[in-house]
């Protein structure tokens, strides 16, 4: 006897929370990815009941309307080409499910998104950052989680949600390495450099001891490097986000220049342009796609040139 599939939800949400129960099981989707999927989704079944229908029904002039009125609000080329991608897999996971006969979004071409970099950081501007670092915070137990927070994410580009979420056992030791888990719970190892185990080893004995305090007060251990008082546990990214931006106004560097996300690049771009190997990169960074790790590349291109207009027996001046 054949299992007859479950009918489709019979409303929006139970369409979205359907879906994203099925995408976190079967890919481990990150929390933040979730989140973004159901951000994107809510939109677009708003906007189909604005106009009188719903997933059930939509078709590809929906989609394309749909994607039209984002450009019309403004959103940029990014924006909409992820929620074409998120309505895609929805009618995807629809479709497998027996809910739709067709997936209204599969033919449709997206806006495509840029793939550019924030203006780089120089290495004069991380240096400025992290001395900064070390002068900034109200405490001395303030400054030494910011020096071994900016040192930390510098020396190993760590996503911003990787970095406040590490859990302190990751460094214990002195560790050479420390195991990061990325998206959808994927794990790669990073090199520490000694500036970061320094920061750390400083940061560690701080931590250590407030949280002997804590516990003599009865209050309950955490497991982060980073405590925070939020109900994760740790500090969050917005908190980190802000610092951030303060440190920059201390070290005299534009906070509009100045992210987690930056900072990230730094990492990569500098790494690039001291010779390492772009697979390298890639491995460190948690890449699962090369061609993802190949936009730093467009910071070789001065310097590449300078070598040539250098070194190259037909680019010197003739005498």
Same mark, same amino acid.
């Given at each position: 006897?054949?299992?007859?599939?479950?009918?489709?939800?019979?409303?929006?949400? +139970?369409?979205?929370?359907?879906?994203?129960?099925?995408?976190?099981?079967?890919?481990?989707?990150?929390?933040?990815?979730?989140?973004? &999927? #159901?951000?994107?989704?809510?939109?677009?079944?708003?906007?189909?009941?604005?106009? +009188?229908? #719903?997933?059930?029904?939509?078709? @590809?002039?929906?989609?394309?309307?749909?994607?039209?009125?984002?450009?019309?609000? #403004?959103?940029?080329?990014? *924006?909409? !080409?992820?929620?074409?991608?998120?309505?895609?897999?929805? &009618?995807?996971?629809?479709?497998?499910?027996?809910?739709?006969?067709?997936? /209204?979004?599969?033919?449709?071409?997206?806006?495509?998104? %840029?793939?550019?970099?924030?203006?780089?950081?120089?290495?004069?501007?991380?240096? @400025?950052?992290?001395?900064?670092?070390? @002068?900034?915070?109200?405490?001395?137990?303030?400054?030494?989680?910011? *020096?071994?927070?900016?040192?930390?994410? &510098?020396?190993?580009?760590?996503?911003?949600?990787?970095?406040?979420?590490?859990?302190?056992?990751?460094?214990?030791?002195?560790?050479? %390495?420390?195991?990061?888990?990325?998206? #959808?719970?994927?794990?790669?190892?990073?090199?520490?450099?000694?500036?970061?185990?320094?920061?750390?080893? !400083?940061?560690?004995?701080?931590?250590?001891?407030?949280?002997?305090?804590? @516990?003599? !007060?009865? =209050?309950?251990?955490?497991?982060?490097? $980073?405590?925070?008082?939020?109900?994760?546990?740790?500090?969050?990214?917005?908190?980190?986000?802000?610092?951030?931006?303060?440190?920059?106004?201390?070290? +005299?560097?534009?906070?509009?220049?100045?992210? /987690?996300? !930056?900072?990230?690049?730094? $990492?990569?771009?500098?790494?690039?342009?001291?010779?390492?190997?772009?697979?390298?990169?890639? *491995?460190?960074?948690?890449?699962?796609?090369?061609?993802?790790?190949?936009? &730093?590349?467009?910071?070789?291109?001065?310097?590449?040139?300078?070598?040539?207009?250098?070194?190259?027996?037909?680019?010197?001046? =003739?005498?």
């Amino acid at each position: 006897m054949t299992a007859t599939a479950p009918p489709a939800p019979t409303t929006p949400d +139970g369409w979205i929370s359907t879906f994203l129960a099925a995408h976190a099981a079967d890919l481990g989707a990150a929390r933040n990815t979730q989140l973004g &999927y #159901g951000r994107d989704l809510r939109d677009f079944a708003a906007w189909l009941a604005h106009r +009188g229908t #719903g997933f059930a029904a939509a078709n @590809r002039n929906d989609v394309e309307a749909y994607l039209v009125s984002c450009e019309a609000n #403004g959103l940029s080329k990014a *924006t909409r !080409a992820r929620r074409l991608s998120s309505i895609r897999q929805l &009618y995807r996971f629809a479709h497998d499910e027996g809910w739709r006969g067709d997936n /209204p979004a599969i033919r449709i071409k997206g806006p495509g998104a %840029m793939q550019r970099l924030p203006d780089a950081l120089g290495q004069d501007d991380v240096t @400025r950052l992290l001395d900064a670092a070390r @002068r900034h915070g109200r405490s001395p137990a303030d400054r030494a989680r910011n *020096t071994a927070l900016l040192e930390l994410l &510098y020396a190993t580009g760590m996503r911003v949600t990787e970095l406040v979420s590490l859990p302190v056992a990751a460094v214990r030791g002195d560790p050479r %390495m420390v195991l990061v888990r990325g998206k #959808g719970d994927k794990e790669r190892m990073v090199p520490l450099s000694g500036p970061a185990r320094s920061a750390l080893s !400083a940061w560690l004995g701080v931590r250590d001891a407030a949280e002997d305090a804590a @516990r003599k !007060a009865g =209050k309950p251990a955490t497991r982060h490097l $980073f405590p925070g008082p939020g109900a994760e546990g740790h500090l969050t990214r917005q908190h980190f986000h802000l610092m951030l931006k303060d440190i920059a106004v201390a070290a +005299g560097v534009s906070p509009s220049r100045v992210t /987690p996300h !930056a900072l990230r690049h730094a $990492f990569a771009t500098h790494l690039l342009a001291g010779g390492a190997d772009l697979r390298v990169i890639q *491995t460190l960074l948690g890449h699962a796609d090369l061609s993802t790790t190949e936009i &730093y590349t467009h910071v070789l291109d001065e310097h590449l040139k300078a070598l040539v207009l250098e070194h190259h027996p037909l680019a010197k001046a =003739k005498t």
